[in-house]
């Protein structure tokens, strides 16, 4: 079976830190920040295990801000 | 393969729908609206309605709602939704209107036009938020608030005694002629969301199909004001409000 | 026929597409008659009987911010029910039509004719600061004349219009001639005529909202002062009123509605007592015909206000009037509708002084 390889983008500004996606990712690709925060002082999500990343898109559909645009690729 | 190659147009699966604005949304982190949102500017769009729909925002935390998704929207007085849309759709009968209202605005202040909107079989679509608490004045008791459950106005739990019971208004609702479908939904899974948005596609349908009113109640969270975080709020909800508001539709009047 | 009956079929001939409204005497004929007329079946117009005032004029809110012709009518308990919807009306400028046939309050109070709400439809009623375009009519004639008058205006300055009638006027009936059958806007005249309607947002327009709502302080005053220069402008354009015998007047009855039909009786008999009396008839109680009143201080010697309440339309008299002349109060109260010969009493009295 043809793998999937996934990416995703955040809008950080747009982010509130909820941790939702965090907690949707079955696979535990995104996490908060734990340094850094955005212009409204939120910790943002971001990918910190990128080759792990299917393109579900869970992160993406449980998000309440619509902060993440999904990406998939069949791996050749 | 690297990410440069997967971020490409055409692999793009999921993106911020196109009907909601790029304003960032006033509501707390995890806020259950957001979601709902989403859904509501999805089903929309996909039902290619955008130049036909009439919205309602109510007055409490969606208030602002119109600010949010790209259509045309009314702001009501807090609880008449239902009259301005029942008025609506009976000038405008080929638009797709509907309202979007919390507990304390739908099933409190504006109990009546709720009733009575849906016991007329308006031909409109009702999208109710139920967190158990008013949001924006603060955190204060709701007709939905669970017994025990502490809020601004009953800081020692609400008791039976002092404040009645927590009132199941879709319940209700499913037992009016005027409902064609009443259904209790959830956005805190992905398989939730995508039973809210097909609840939320069916009930704007048999608006458009003149069928009759619609009722699409989404058991929520209040992080904010529960004082949880949103994770948490979800649990809180799975173990306290889902046992006292079961999800699944209550009515679905197949024609 | 009745005042009610002819605000209705005046409403299906220039073309309302909804009205709205829940029953209570003295103005139940009003629903009634759109009820029996079936006007859904000839030119489409909406009639609905809602579950209280509060969702008809929420209703009308709604109808009304889709740019459509709506009106609602009720008496002065129901009309108190409708204020918070009026104050949101007003705040998001939308145009509509409010019948009130009102009758003698506070509370339940009597199904008798009574013109105490003066003060709640000229003086706000509901909250913030707003205005009601408001008309007296003074015969079963302008019950029907006044339907479209009151739509004319509430659309060209996107304000609520209000028709005080009382029950005298609604119960009453005359001789009639109705408007001419005008039909109801197409789609494309609303869009043309209101492009802020909330209709379905079209192609690249950005989305109508229609609310009243302003958290910021600037925005809100912004608003506000927006609001007051479109009040200047009503008062500065729109007062109508009507005079009888005041051009060799030496004494001054100001009236409307019911109290004016008196009150050209009391002209009358006073001018056989000796007395040299004219009436002055507002039509809008707002704007107020206070220049024409503050000029006719230059002329006569005293004004009384005769009204069918316990002194209201008085002080809008006595701020025109400006202190210069004696300015008096005279009515019956609780739905007691006054003699002309007791009203002339009055009027004598001013004289004597």
Request: glycine share 10%; proline share 5%; net charge neutral.
């Amino acid at each position: 079976m043809a793998k999937m390889k996934g990416a995703t983008i955040v809008d950080i500004e747009r982010c509130k830190g909820c941790r939702l996606c965090v907690v949707a990712c079955p696979l535990g690709v995104l996490a908060l920040t734990t340094k850094a925060v955005n212009l409204k002082g939120y910790p943002y999500a971001e990918t910190v295990l990128q080759d792990t990343c299917t393109g579900c898109t869970a992160c993406a559909v449980v998000c309440p801000d619509g902060c993440i645009t999904v990406y998939r690729k069949k791996e050749e | 393969m690297t990410t440069e190659e997967i971020i490409r147009p055409e692999n793009l699966v999921y993106r911020k729908p196109e009907l909601l604005n790029d304003v960032p949304m006033h509501y707390c982190p995890g806020c259950s609206h957001g979601m709902v949102h989403k859904l509501v500017a999805e089903v929309i769009a996909e039902m290619g309605m955008t130049e036909k729909t009439i919205a309602i925002s109510p007055v409490g935390c969606a208030v602002f709602a119109y600010k949010y998704i790209d259509v045309d929207w009314q702001e009501a007085a807090h609880g008449r939704a239902p009259a301005l849309a029942s008025a609506v759709k009976r000038l405008w009968p080929d638009r797709l209107v509907f309202t979007y209202q919390g507990d304390g605005d739908l099933a409190c202040i504006g109990t009546g036009e709720t009733i009575h909107a849906i016991n007329r079989g308006e031909n409109i679509a009702i999208i109710f938020i139920n967190n158990a608490i008013y949001g924006m004045t603060g955190g204060q008791m709701a007709p939905t608030t669970l017994l025990g459950m502490k809020t601004a106005t009953c800081p020692y739990g609400r008791d039976v005694h002092l404040h009645g019971y927590p009132l199941k208004i879709t319940e209700i609702a499913a037992l009016l002629d005027g409902s064609c479908y009443v259904t209790r939904q959830a956005v805190h899974t992905v398989a939730a969301i995508l039973k809210a948005k097909k609840a939320i596609r069916k009930a704007f349908d048999y608006s458009m199909q003149g069928r009759g009113a619609s009722l699409v109640e989404i058991v929520s969270t209040c992080s904010t004001s529960w004082k949880m975080t949103p994770e948490k709020a979800n649990r809180w909800m799975e173990e306290n409000m889902f046992p006292f508001y079961p999800l699944g539709d209550l009515k679905d009047s197949k024609p | 026929m009745k005042g009610n009956e002819a605000i209705a079929h005046a409403a299906i001939r220039t073309g309302c597409d909804g009205y709205f409204g829940y029953p209570i005497t003295p103005q139940s004929e009003i629903l009634e008659t759109l009820a029996a007329e079936k006007p859904w079946e000839t030119t489409g117009m909406v009639v609905l009987q809602a579950e209280s005032e509060t969702a008809s004029i929420n209703m009308v809110y709604g109808g009304a911010a889709s740019g459509k012709r709506v009106m609602t009518s009720s008496s002065s308990p129901g009309i108190s029910l409708m204020q918070e919807g009026i104050s949101y009306m007003a705040g998001a400028e939308l145009p509509a039509l409010i019948v009130n046939v009102s009758r003698g309050g506070p509370g339940l109070g009597t199904i008798q004719p009574s013109q105490a709400d003066y003060f709640q439809t000229v003086k706000g009623g509901g909250h913030g600061d707003y205005r009601l375009i408001t008309l007296a009519p003074a015969s079963v004639q302008e019950m029907a004349d006044f339907v479209d008058l009151a739509f004319t205006l509430a659309f060209r300055y996107r304000n609520p219009a209000m028709i005080l009638s009382d029950g005298a006027i609604g119960q009453m009936m005359e001789k009639v001639v109705l408007p001419e059958y005008r039909p109801r806007r197409t789609e494309e005249e609303i869009a043309a005529g209101c492009p802020w309607a909330t209709t379905g947002r079209k192609g690249l327009r950005s989305p109508n909202i229609i609310t009243s709502l302003g958290l910021r302080s600037e925005e809100m005053e912004a608003i506000n002062l927006r609001l007051q220069a479109k009040y200047r402008e009503i008062e500065r354009k729109e007062v109508r009123y009507e005079e009888y015998l005041t051009s060799d007047a030496e004494y001054l009855i100001v009236a409307f509605g019911s109290a004016a039909r008196i009150s050209k009786k009391v002209t009358s008999l006073a001018r056989e007592a000796g007395i040299k009396a004219g009436l002055l008839r507002p039509i809008t109680l707002w704007p107020f015909p206070s220049e024409r009143i503050a000029s006719l201080c230059g002329q006569v010697k005293g004004i009384l206000s005769l009204e069918i309440n316990a002194g209201q339309m008085v002080e809008d008299i006595r701020l025109a009037a400006g202190g210069r002349i004696p300015v008096r109060w005279y009515g019956r109260l609780g739905g007691i509708i006054p003699e002309p010969e007791e009203v002339l009493e009055e009027l004598k009295k001013i004289a004597a002084l």
